[in-house]
């Protein structure tokens, strides 16, 4: 399961295998990018984290220093079914 799915789960959403998830409309909590970093770098080293942070920066999830730990929030749009272009 991705984290993704855990969410969708923890939210109660539908999903199925053709559903998308937009990282970009999930907001996580700081001390949950602060676990995956630690994480990371343990399997990839420190010096890797700068492509974890840029693939952050450009695809999220987003950060958001208002909620609390281990929380996340979603906005409208995080789930969709697959485009025409992604469907194949």
């Known amino acids: 399961m991705t984290f993704y799915e855990g969410v969708a789960r923890e ?3 539908d999903f199925n295998e053709k559903t998308c998830f937009d990282c970009r409309k999930i907001m996580i909590a700081p ?14 080293g420190k010096m890797a984290l700068n492509e974890l942070y840029c693939m952050i920066l450009q695809s999220g999830p987003k950060v958001d220093e208002t909620l609390n730990e281990r929380e996340v929030r979603l906005q409208k749009g995080f789930l969709s079914e697959p485009t025409q272009e992604h469907a194949a």
């Open 31 to 44: 001390d949950i990018l602060k676990r995956w970093s630690e994480e990371f770098a343990k399997q990839y």
């Open 11 to 13: 939210f109660s959403l």
